[in-house]
């Protein structure tokens, strides 16, 4: 069956620090990779997309990798804030469709 | 960026009653909006692309007849919940590509929180 999987246990981390963040897919071929973040009662937000022929996307204190042999994305904050705080949803696009998929997301807590 | 804006935020209803939720976008045209529901602690779920001009595509499971979508404008789509009951309550979401029926970078509302008692 298909399924994308990441961490459902919160990841805690001090400030300062680099937090990363997993994302692993089962029978899926996608074409591209997204990573965005959702505030409580809020909707998500997008911050980066890599494709499939990328091994590595860079935004500011954001990275992500996408290994498409071990089906995995990690993404990373690197001098992580309080402010990074939030939920992490990886989605990709379905395979042959124009669906995007989500992920149930990492919970980030970073401690002043 | 572009703006999706969705109302309302918050609805507390009675068991049996319709509940119409909007999502417009503001600064873009969406021929192709998405709209998905999410429990606590759960991803999100694709209930059904709503395209406009035409029918909307539903996803294995959600009936059709209870969320009824309507997709009247380059900028308007609506999601009304007929009949709605406890087990409706859910925070609902639309979200639109603005780069046409591609769903990279997708912009969201601000959700809805729907709560039937």
């Known amino acids: 069956s298909q399924k994308i999987e990441q961490n459902s246990e919160a990841l805690n981390i001090q400030e300062g620090k680099t937090a990363t963040l997993t994302c692993n897919y089962t029978?899926?071929?996608?074409?591209?990779l997204q990573w965005y973040r959702q505030d409580p009662g809020r909707g998500p937000v997008f911050l980066l997309l890599?494709?499939?022929?990328?091994k590595e996307k860079r935004k500011e204190r954001l990275k992500v990798t996408f290994d498409t042999t071990l089906k995995q994305s990690l993404f990373h904050i690197t001098a992580s804030q309080p402010a990074d705080s939030a939920t992490y949803l990886c989605?990709?696009?379905?395979?042959?469709?124009?669906?995007?998929?989500f992920g149930a997301g990492t919970r980030l807590f970073v401690k002043a | 960026g572009a703006v999706v804006s969705q109302h309302p935020s918050r609805v507390i209803c009675k068991s049996g009653t319709s509940v119409k939720i909007e999502c417009r976008s503001l600064?873009?045209?969406?021929?192709?909006m998405f709209w998905y529901r999410q429990f606590p602690k759960q991803s999100l779920m694709l209930m059904a692309t709503?395209?406009?001009?035409?029918?909307?595509?539903?996803e294995q499971g959600v009936e059709k007849d209870k969320f009824l979508i309507n997709h009247a404008s380059l900028t308007l789509s609506t999601l009304t919940v007929t009949s709605a009951h406890p087990e409706d309550s859910s925070f609902y979401i639309c979200?639109?590509?603005?780069?046409?029926?591609?769903?990279?970078?997708?912009?969201f509302g601000s959700g809805t929180q729907l709560s039937v008692l």
């Open positions: 979200s639109a590509p603005p780069g046409g029926d591609s769903n990279e970078k997708l912009f």
């Open positions: 029978n899926y071929s996608p074409a591209y």
């Open positions: 890599i494709r499939e022929n990328e």
């Open positions: 989605a990709l696009d379905d395979t042959g469709g124009f669906k995007t998929i």
């Open positions: 600064d873009f045209q969406a021929t192709t």
């Open positions: 709503s395209n406009e001009g035409s029918k909307a595509t539903y």
